[in-house]
């Protein structure tokens, strides 16, 4: 499971926590201009921007997870177990594998309206990357800092949402979450006065009571609003660090502590990274469950220019400043 949210101040951030029962070999990769994918419907394409994320690479082939290229356009791809439904290629729509959508789209394209025009003939097909890597159910969160568009594909279609909170979670599909956060607009951050009742004189007796039914559990629908609920009334400085640090935060509210979600198989779901990519400078941060301080990758000049992938390895060892 996972959340994704897109932040505004100064710069434009967008990132999200990778929550997973096991490894991917993810690390944090950078494509240069001009290099080349194959595609699944036999085309090949050099990208015209640079893109940064995290990916594990195969073959040369990064498969991103999430990541923004050089203009500001940013991509993720969360899981959507059960509803997301991938067809077969079809002559007659322009052909994409899940995987390839995210360096597709970074690679040609700058803005979300760029994307809009491409998506209305897309069929998301069934073809794995290869046959040990079966695929993924996904949808996808794009924004360009201006504009923000989740991507479902279902059975009955392919579905483009505008999303206005810059939040995505997982199941149920986008819309449902678009009417579930009505059932919290009674929350705020304020010490508010009792609605309860005229007849009863009733008094907070603590900061925070006027959130008290904003949900804490795990669930993506929970996790839908509370990343929503402290994205929207975030308060924050619009330099870098005052910035970075408060998304970290936000993500922080919805991260999963190990042990505390174990799945139908018996397996440990934790947010093995959490990651904050400021779109506008093309920077990549991130910390690991077990690495609290924040690491950062930039897109240079240099790598931008490369023939081939810039790779770089996490660093997982948590770092603990000692001050005697």
Same mark, same amino acid.
């Given at each position: 499971?996972?959340?994704?949210?897109?932040?505004?101040?100064? =710069?434009?951030?967008?990132? $999200?926590?990778?929550?997973?029962?096991? $490894?991917?070999?993810?690390?944090?990769?950078?494509?240069? $201009?001009?290099?080349?994918?194959?595609?699944?419907?036999?085309?090949?394409?050099?990208?015209?921007?640079?893109?940064?994320?995290?990916?594990?690479?195969?073959?040369?082939?990064?498969?991103?997870?999430?990541?923004?290229?050089?203009?500001?356009?940013?991509?993720?791809?969360?899981?959507?177990?059960?509803?997301? /439904?991938?067809?077969?290629?079809?002559?007659?729509?322009?052909?994409?594998?899940?995987?390839?959508?995210?360096?597709?789209?970074?690679?040609?394209?700058?803005? *979300?309206?760029?994307?809009?025009?491409?998506?209305?003939?897309?069929?998301?097909?069934?073809?794995?990357?290869?046959?040990?890597?079966?695929?993924?159910?996904?949808?996808?969160?794009?924004?360009?800092?201006?504009?923000?568009?989740?991507?479902?594909?279902?059975?009955?279609?392919?579905?483009?949402?505008?999303?206005?909170?810059?939040?995505?979670?997982?199941?149920?599909?986008?819309?449902?979450?678009?009417?579930?956060?009505?059932?919290?607009?009674?929350?705020?951050? /304020?010490?508010?006065?009792?609605?309860?009742?005229?007849?009863?004189?009733?008094?907070?007796?603590?900061?925070?009571?006027?959130?008290?039914?904003?949900?804490?559990?795990?669930?993506?629908?929970?996790?839908?609003?509370?990343?929503?609920?402290?994205?929207?009334?975030?308060?924050?400085?619009?330099?870098?660090?005052?910035?970075?640090?408060?998304?970290?935060?936000?993500?922080?509210?919805?991260?999963?502590?190990?042990?505390?979600?174990?799945?139908?198989? =018996?397996? *440990?779901?934790?947010?093995?990274?959490?990651?904050?990519?400021?779109?506008?400078?093309?920077? /990549?941060?991130?910390?690991? /469950?077990? =690495?609290?301080?924040?690491?950062?990758?930039?897109?240079?000049?240099?790598?931008? =220019?490369?023939?081939?992938?810039?790779?770089?390895?996490?660093?997982?060892?948590?770092?603990?400043?000692?001050?005697?």
């Amino acid at each position: 499971m996972c959340t994704c949210i897109n932040f505004k101040t100064g =710069n434009n951030y967008f990132g $999200r926590t990778l929550d997973l029962e096991y $490894r991917f070999n993810e690390k944090v990769v950078i494509t240069p $201009r001009e290099y080349k994918f194959k595609l699944k419907n036999k085309s090949i394409i050099n990208t015209k921007y640079s893109i940064i994320g995290m990916a594990t690479v195969i073959e040369d082939y990064p498969l991103y997870a999430e990541a923004t290229n050089e203009k500001g356009l940013a991509i993720a791809g969360l899981y959507f177990p059960k509803n997301a /439904y991938f067809f077969n290629p079809d002559d007659s729509k322009f052909n994409l594998a899940p995987y390839e959508l995210i360096p597709y789209f970074l690679g040609l394209c700058s803005t *979300v309206e760029e994307v809009k025009k491409i998506i209305p003939n897309l069929n998301i097909t069934n073809i794995p990357f290869a046959e040990n890597l079966p695929i993924t159910d996904l949808h996808w969160m794009i924004s360009d800092g201006t504009n923000c568009i989740i991507v479902e594909q279902m059975k009955e279609g392919l579905k483009i949402y505008d999303n206005p909170i810059g939040v995505l979670t997982n199941n149920p599909p986008f819309d449902y979450h678009l009417m579930n956060i009505n059932n919290y607009s009674n929350l705020t951050p /304020y010490y508010d006065k009792s609605k309860f009742s005229s007849k009863i004189k009733l008094e907070q007796y603590g900061q925070g009571m006027g959130a008290i039914g904003l949900p804490g559990d795990n669930s993506s629908a929970s996790r839908f609003i509370r990343a929503a609920f402290n994205k929207l009334n975030s308060i924050c400085n619009d330099d870098e660090e005052n910035s970075v640090t408060q998304f970290f935060h936000i993500l922080d509210s919805v991260t999963f502590v190990q042990g505390a979600t174990i799945t139908k198989e =018996n397996k *440990v779901d934790i947010t093995i990274y959490s990651c904050c990519m400021n779109t506008n400078k093309g920077i /990549y941060y991130y910390k690991t /469950y077990t =690495n609290n301080q924040i690491t950062a990758i930039k897109m240079t000049e240099k790598e931008k =220019n490369k023939k081939e992938l810039s790779v770089y390895n996490l660093i997982e060892k948590q770092q603990i400043k000692y001050e005697n």
